[in-house]
């Protein structure tokens, strides 16, 4: 089993910065891929950006087009963990983002982290 903790949620005002922690725990073997989701109300579960891990060090990220350009994922493989740099945040940011790890072929959710942009 794979347990996920999130931290690193909050509320900002628009143009600020939050940076999002994952980190995973349990028996792990193999990671597949690491990434952050979001759901705002009212609204589906949409993906923020993922990496999708190709051996030890190499991988692909992908990024949602709303994102571009102001979020960053990065993982530190020898902690099990990916973190989320969100800058330039904006209203629409606004959210509960969740954790994903793919691990053995299973997909795991963080318990997920509330990101509330307002003025």
């Known amino acids: 089993q794979v347990q996920l903790v999130e931290s690193g949620g909050g509320l900002v005002q628009p143009g600020g910065s939050l940076r999002l922690s994952c980190a995973a725990s349990g028996r792990i073997f193999s990671i597949n891929g690491m990434g952050w989701y979001r759901q705002a109300l009212g609204k589906e579960r949409e993906l923020v950006a993922r990496?999708?891990?190709?051996?030890?060090?190499?991988?692909?990220?992908n990024y949602a087009d709303s994102v571009k350009g102001r979020f960053t994922i990065s993982r530190d493989s020898a902690k099990n963990a990916v973190y989320l740099q969100m800058n330039s945040l904006a209203l629409e940011d606004t959210a509960v983002y969740y954790c994903?790890?793919?691990?053995?072929?299973?997909?795991?959710w963080g318990q997920g982290t509330q990101v509330t942009v307002s003025s």
């Open positions: 994903n790890v793919v691990a053995h072929g299973v997909n795991y």
């Open positions: 990496l999708i891990i190709v051996g030890y060090t190499n991988t692909n990220t």
